[in-house]
């Protein structure tokens, strides 16, 4: 596969899902997509990416509780069916097999005494979190961290795991910003350790948006969920390129909820992100305030 300073260039592209423009607050944001839209594909070798991470980092790339196997196994087949290809490595776990022949990342959820279970995981583009840390929590102690979940949001989101039915196929994308273009960022501390190393004029090119498109299906069998996480980096100087994308950009950096900035630490790159809207031409005269709070 193509490297670019040790990196892969596969999940560098031009951009593709553009989730600041439809939400300036968390959103649940589920759309149903056809079968040949569930995985999105764009690396021609995931597994090229994903071994030596594996070899490197096992504990935070992969986790599964031993009672997962079958339904590993169903996802193992539906993956396969969906990318026309047998996964042939019987020696790995199922969901292991089937995370090498794509790009996004694999969790199974169960239900288990009433509770909507994480059973095993492929993780090798984590946003800030790891395999081990998460393996058996619920939906309620996954989203512990983001901002008003367990009030706003949880019972909608345990019903629709609940409701799902086999064959529909729902998706969701997030964002956020950082100065990485490594898919792999188990942990924030380091990559946020060199924001104040980055020169105003390079900010274009060192931040890069990070987005996740996510899906989620039945798995009709075992009854458990397969939910998908795939990244996509492109660096923020791409918007330059566009000004109706640059200017909703600019709009959604400048209205994202408190809430939302404060989670994602967006405060830490305002001074970085109004550099580069300035000199791309979008003053902020319609936006907030660019002051850092
Ligand atoms: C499909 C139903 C789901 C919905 C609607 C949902 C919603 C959300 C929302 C709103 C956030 C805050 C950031 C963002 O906007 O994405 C979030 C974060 C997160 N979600 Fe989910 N989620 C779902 C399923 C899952 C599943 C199955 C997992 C299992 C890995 C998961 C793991 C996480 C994690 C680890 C975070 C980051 C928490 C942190 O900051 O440490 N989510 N989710």
Redesign the pocket.
């Known amino acids: 596969m193509a490297r670019t300073q040790g990196r892969p260039e596969a999940l560098t592209l031009p951009l593709r899902h553009a989730?600041w423009e439809e939400?300036a607050d968390?959103?649940?944001?589920?759309a149903p997509v056809d079968e040949a839209g569930w995985l999105e594909g764009g690396e021609a070798d995931p597994a090229a990416r994903k071994d030596p991470l594996l070899a490197a980092h096992p504990d935070i790339v992969w986790a599964e509780t031993p009672a997962s196997r079958p339904t590993q196994q169903e996802a193992l087949a539906l993956v396969e069916a969906a990318v026309g290809r047998a996964a042939g490595r019987p020696d790995l776990p199922p969901l292991l097999a089937a995370a090498r022949l794509v790009p996004d990342d694999l969790?199974l959820?169960e239900k288990q005494a009433g509770e909507?279970r994480?059973t095993a995981?492929s993780?090798c583009a984590?946003?800030?979190?790891s395999a081990a840390?998460?393996i058996g929590?619920s939906?309620k102690a996954?989203?512990?961290?983001?901002?008003g979940?367990e009030t706003r949001?949880l019972r909608?989101?345990v019903r629709?795991?609940d409701r799902l039915r086999p064959g529909v196929i729902?998706q969701?994308?997030?964002?956020?910003l950082v100065n990485s273009a490594e898919p792999f960022a188990p942990d924030a501390a380091p990559i946020r350790a060199r924001i104040g190393t980055i020169a105003p004029e390079a900010a274009g090119d060192a931040l890069h948006l990070r987005v996740?498109r996510?899906s989620?299906r039945r798995l009709p069998q075992t009854g458990a969920?397969l939910?998908t996480?795939r990244v996509w980096l492109t660096p923020l100087a791409e918007l330059s390129d566009d000004p109706a994308r640059l200017s909703a950009f600019a709009q959604a950096w400048r209205g994202a909820s408190p809430e939302?900035r404060a989670?994602?630490k967006l405060h830490l790159y305002d001074a970085l992100v109004e550099t580069f809207l300035r000199a791309a031409g979008e003053s902020g005269a319609q936006g907030r305030p660019a002051s850092p709070k």
Do not use: D, S
């Open positions: 989730p939400h968390f959103a649940i944001g589920l969790v959820m909507w994480l995981l993780l984590p946003t800030f979190f840390e998460v929590q939906l996954l989203h512990g961290p983001v901002t979940f949001f909608r989101v629709i795991f729902l969701r994308r997030n964002w956020t996740e996510q989620l969920a939910f996480i939302l989670y994602k």
